[in-house]
């Protein structure tokens, strides 16, 4: 038997999803009408729209298990009232007929309510999984539960592979970034036609000839030194010979390694501008930018023999003709022709602006290995969803979160997320409350 579609436009369910068939639903929930229903029908419908929501992951009779009619609060108590009695006169003259009867019409309803009923799936919040979907660190409550299944959550520095595990006030998890960028960033293009995908192996095939080339080029240059070596014997006897250029330039390692690794990642994005057919560019363009890739390409193999000054300079100039401002030079032949502006040229404000750009390409690089969209973005439709609970401490930046407290309701405000009324809420309590 085929499986129902997970996100529905005909039935109204709304799921714990960032999908834009979600957010139309979300845009269309509404409370039932129950009109025709008998109580048993309104509870049973309550609990079936709220199920599709909060848990619909986890088997009913694991959350029957699991549900409590106990629900946690803050009630704020008057100071004044504590301290001048001790809770005695509340049961004076109870069933004498000295009590006041209760005015119905002073009872104020509004922001000093206690929605109660909106805790019903509060011990849901104490899932693994679902503390790390409310982060923000998953884009559904599923594929929350896979990075968990997959091993990339680690609980208090262990690795939790366990969806179901219950979180204590104080524990820390942590979700491995790549997961996380993967979760909420924007998908990847898929490659559609053959020809597409061929020239796209094509180019991944020759990020991986890089290091081919390099030793390529030092068997030339040896080559090279040696007929240069027997060419100055033959000709002139005294003249010295000449030495050759294998003496690698000093200089910090680490330092060398990150410039490899920037002219790395400036090649992937020359590269992928010229793949991507989306743009039209002319021909003089794309010829320069070829003779940018070959550039880069070559400060890479001499990676090792060029100074660490002269790479930070080759490289801030490669990124400023890649990224630097253009304007309009009038041709007399084919019109305007966008010419780059040169460093003496620009303005400071232009300046200020080529260094941010080029301070942001390498906080966010473009790399087509990735199994997400580069340079990153946030996943589309997310925002309408972009919210962290109360009880959650999260530091996005390292990918980790506090889980601080168990939720509760307030005066005015439940710290369990939910798109349900009250009544709704209440509706689905009374169907488990029953079954208690």
Not at 86 to 110: N, T, V, W
Not at 138 to 165: C, D, E, L, M, T
Not at 185 to 194: I, L, R
Not at 345 to 351: H, N, R, S
Request: glycine content about 4%; hydrophobic content about 35%.
């Amino acid at each position: 038997m085929a499986r129902k579609r997970f996100h529905g436009l005909k039935r109204v369910k709304f799921r714990a999803t960032w999908n834009k068939y979600n957010l139309f639903n979300l845009s269309r929930l509404k409370a039932p009408n129950t009109a025709f229903m008998t109580y048993y029908q309104q509870k049973w419908s309550a609990k079936s729209i709220t199920r599709a929501y909060h848990g619909e992951h986890i088997r009913e009779g694991q959350w029957e298990r699991m549900f409590t009619p106990l629900l946690n609060s803050v009630i704020p108590m008057d100071h004044r009232y504590l301290a001048e009695n001790d809770g005695s006169e509340m049961a004076a003259g109870r069933g004498s007929g000295l009590e006041k009867p209760m005015d119905l019409k002073k009872i104020a309803f509004g922001k000093n309510q206690i929605p109660y009923m909106h805790m019903t799936y509060a011990p849901i919040e104490r899932r693994l999984d679902t503390a790390i979907f409310r982060a923000l660190f998953a884009s559904s409550v599923r594929q929350a539960r896979q990075f968990v299944i997959h091993g990339q959550v680690k609980v208090n520095g262990k690795k939790i592979p366990y969806p179901g595990y219950l979180l204590n006030p104080g524990d820390m998890f942590q979700v491995e970034p790549d997961r996380v960028l993967f979760a909420t960033g924007a998908p990847k293009v898929k490659v559609k036609t053959d020809a597409e995908k061929i020239r796209y192996e094509r180019r991944i095939g020759r990020q991986s000839n890089i290091t081919r080339d390099a030793a390529l080029a030092k068997r030339s240059a040896r080559r090279k030194a040696k007929e240069a070596d027997e060419l100055a014997d033959d000709t002139i006897e005294f003249a010295p010979k000449l030495q050759k250029s294998t003496k690698i330039i000093q200089g910090d390692p680490e330092v060398r390694k990150l410039r490899q690794k920037e002219f790395l990642k400036l090649i992937r994005q020359i590269e992928d501008r010229i793949g991507n057919k989306k743009v039209r560019r002319t021909g003089k363009l794309k010829q320069h930018l070829r003779m940018l890739l070959r550039r880069a390409k070559a400060n890479l193999i001499f990676i090792q023999k060029k100074s660490v000054d002269e790479l930070e300079t080759e490289l801030r100039e490669i990124t400023q003709e890649l990224l630097g401002q253009t304007e309009e030079v009038e041709s007399p032949d084919k019109g305007p022709v966008k010419r780059l502006k040169t460093e003496s040229e620009m303005t400071p404000i232009m300046k200020q602006a080529l260094e941010k750009a080029i301070a942001r390409i390498r906080e966010n690089p473009s790399d087509s290995t990735k199994p997400y969209a580069t340079p990153w973005r946030p996943r589309p439709y997310m925002s309408a969803f972009a919210f962290v609970p109360r009880y959650l401490e999260v530091n996005h930046k390292i990918c980790s979160a506090v889980y601080l407290r168990h939720p509760v309701a307030r005066p005015g405000l439940s710290e369990v997320p939910t798109p349900f009324p009250a009544e709704t809420q209440q509706l689905a309590f009374n169907w488990y409350l029953r079954r208690r």
